[in-house]
């Protein structure tokens, strides 16, 4: 894969489960959503989503699938066990007794566990008596759920004919890292894949990866990615010979603009939409090897300057949303910037930018519009919701 706009053929998404039901107005805060989703409503917004991909000829795998059925594979069924587990938690008698009961249950309900989490209430009868267990409300929980694995672009990132399992910066979301390492090592779809950066090196997250043309990437930095892990990226991806560039691009550190991606979209190979209080601020250092080992940096200069050298292109159009601030504050944040592209100039967005998508149609690209009042209250549009597997090169 070495664009955000070639024509998508394979992707993947996770159609939201039970560990939607775990968020209540004490959790939501810190599991990273900003109000109680209605979950039946989130899985028909997002069924929808998957079958306008359909639609449009992209396979659509779902995470809860693929988990399954890499844990049915023995390795991978004992790697979920050890990602469920946390002794530092539960305590060693404790930590023994759900280890030895998880180790016996097929691999549907561990993908449960998995993904949902679970409750002290909801633990096997352990044996013994466990003071971690006496002294816990049965409603806390035992294994944390992960409401946000419905944002599968930030826990893995194909780059080149690799991928990148990410290491995600916020407590609630590390381990989804176990999870995506485990499909990837073990699920017979993706097992022969080779991997880019490594899912313990400092954090990095999809939503901040963009790949603006073969060989070139810009990476965001903020809540999530750290210039630690932007550092890192580049010095992997270089020594594997899969990019030459890499813009660094300072972000604001704040829950609107948690990734790049929240501000700036491709939606054409020469072409982004983006929120335009950034077009005029973000500025990006450049990245290249040097030679011997080492990384050369240089900037920092306007982003859209140091963006269309690094691609080789005269200009990266700036699609003119010509929002009201207020306006443009609003949408952006509802995601109208975070856009999914399934070819150059078709992308979907969420149906309530009404403005935004206006601006994008007026410039002649494609928007399927897509509702998401449900899903987007953890904060995250189409882009974020999709973690492209396979794109054909733009032609
Ligand atoms: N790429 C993205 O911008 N993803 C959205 C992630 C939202 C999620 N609730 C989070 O805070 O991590």
Same mark, same amino acid.
């Given at each position: 894969?070495?664009? &955000?706009?070639?024509?998508?053929? @394979?992707?993947?998404?996770?159609?939201?489960?039970?560990?939607?039901?775990?968020?209540?107005?004490?959790?939501?805060?810190?599991?990273?959503?900003?109000?109680?989703?209605?979950?039946?409503?989130?899985?028909?917004?997002?069924?929808?989503?998957? &079958?306008?991909?359909?639609?449009?000829?992209?396979?659509?795998?779902?995470?809860?699938?693929?988990?399954?059925?890499?844990?049915?594979?023995?390795?991978?069924?004992?790697?979920?066990?050890?990602?469920?587990?946390?002794?530092?938690?539960?305590?060693?008698?404790? =930590?023994?007794?759900?280890?030895?009961?998880?180790?016996?249950?097929?691999?549907?309900?561990?993908?449960?566990?998995?993904?949902? =989490?679970?409750?002290?209430?909801?633990?096997?009868?352990?044996? =013994?008596?466990?003071?971690?267990?006496?002294?816990?409300?049965?409603?806390?929980?035992?294994?944390?759920?992960?409401?946000?694995?419905?944002?599968?672009?930030?826990?893995?990132?194909?780059?080149?004919?690799?991928?990148?399992?990410?290491?995600?910066?916020?407590?609630?979301?590390?381990?989804?890292? @176990?999870?995506?390492?485990?499909?990837?090592?073990?699920?017979?779809?993706?097992?022969?894949?080779?991997?880019?950066?490594?899912?313990?090196?400092?954090?990095?997250?999809?939503?901040?990866?963009?790949?603006?043309?073969?060989?070139?990437?810009?990476?965001?930095?903020?809540?999530?990615?750290?210039?630690?892990?932007?550092?890192?990226?580049?010095?992997?991806?270089?020594?594997?010979?899969?990019?030459?560039?890499?813009?660094?691009?300072?972000?604001?550190?704040?829950?609107?603009?948690?990734?790049?991606?929240?501000?700036?979209?491709?939606?054409? !190979?020469?072409?982004?939409?983006?929120?335009?209080?950034?077009?005029?601020?973000?500025?990006?250092?450049?990245?290249?090897?040097?030679?011997?080992?080492?990384?050369?940096?240089?900037?920092?200069?306007?982003?859209?300057?140091?963006?269309?050298?690094?691609?080789?292109?005269?200009?990266?159009?700036?699609?003119?949303?010509?929002?009201?601030?207020?306006?443009?504050?609003?949408?952006?944040?509802?995601?109208?910037?975070?856009?999914?592209?399934?070819?150059?100039?078709?992308?979907? #967005?969420?149906?309530?930018?009404?403005?935004?998508?206006?601006?994008?149609?007026?410039?002649?690209?494609?928007?399927?519009?897509?509702?998401?009042?449900?899903?987007?209250?953890?904060?995250? #549009?189409?882009?974020?919701?999709?973690?492209?597997?396979?794109?054909? !090169?733009? #032609?």
């Amino acid at each position: 894969m070495d664009s &955000e706009v070639g024509p998508l053929r @394979a992707v993947l998404l996770h159609r939201p489960g039970n560990e939607l039901t775990r968020l209540t107005p004490r959790n939501n805060d810190k599991l990273l959503f900003d109000s109680i989703p209605w979950v039946g409503r989130a899985q028909e917004e997002h069924d929808a989503f998957a &079958e306008v991909l359909r639609g449009r000829g992209v396979e659509v795998l779902l995470l809860a699938e693929v988990l399954r059925e890499a844990l049915t594979d023995p390795r991978a069924h004992a790697a979920g066990v050890h990602a469920a587990v946390d002794d530092r938690r539960l305590g060693e008698d404790l =930590g023994d007794a759900l280890r030895s009961h998880l180790s016996g249950v097929d691999a549907a309900t561990l993908a449960e566990v998995l993904m949902a =989490g679970l409750t002290f209430e909801e633990l096997p009868a352990a044996e =013994g008596a466990s003071l971690v267990r006496k002294i816990h409300h049965p409603h806390d929980f035992a294994v944390d759920p992960l409401p946000n694995l419905l944002f599968t672009r930030d826990s893995s990132v194909w780059i080149g004919d690799r991928v990148a399992i990410s290491s995600l910066a916020m407590p609630a979301r590390r381990r989804e890292t @176990a999870l995506l390492d485990l499909i990837y090592a073990y699920h017979p779809r993706f097992s022969h894949a080779s991997r880019a950066y490594g899912a313990h090196s400092a954090p990095v997250e999809g939503g901040d990866v963009l790949l603006l043309a073969p060989g070139v990437l810009a990476v965001g930095i903020g809540e999530r990615t750290t210039a630690a892990g932007a550092e890192s990226l580049a010095r992997s991806l270089f020594a594997d010979d899969i990019a030459h560039t890499v813009l660094a691009v300072p972000i604001a550190q704040a829950r609107a603009t948690m990734h790049l991606d929240t501000v700036c979209t491709m939606v054409a !190979p020469d072409a982004v939409v983006m929120y335009p209080l950034a077009r005029d601020e973000l500025v990006a250092f450049t990245l290249r090897p040097d030679g011997d080992g080492s990384l050369r940096v240089d900037g920092p200069e306007p982003f859209l300057h140091a963006a269309a050298e690094a691609m080789g292109i005269e200009k990266l159009r700036v699609i003119d949303t010509g929002l009201d601030p207020v306006t443009a504050e609003r949408e952006q944040w509802d995601d109208g910037n975070n856009t999914l592209a399934l070819a150059p100039g078709v992308v979907v #967005g969420y149906e309530r930018n009404v403005e935004t998508n206006a601006r994008l149609a007026d410039a002649g690209i494609e928007v399927l519009a897509i509702a998401g009042s449900e899903l987007g209250s953890g904060r995250g #549009g189409p882009r974020c919701m999709s973690c492209p597997v396979v794109r054909d !090169p733009i #032609g």
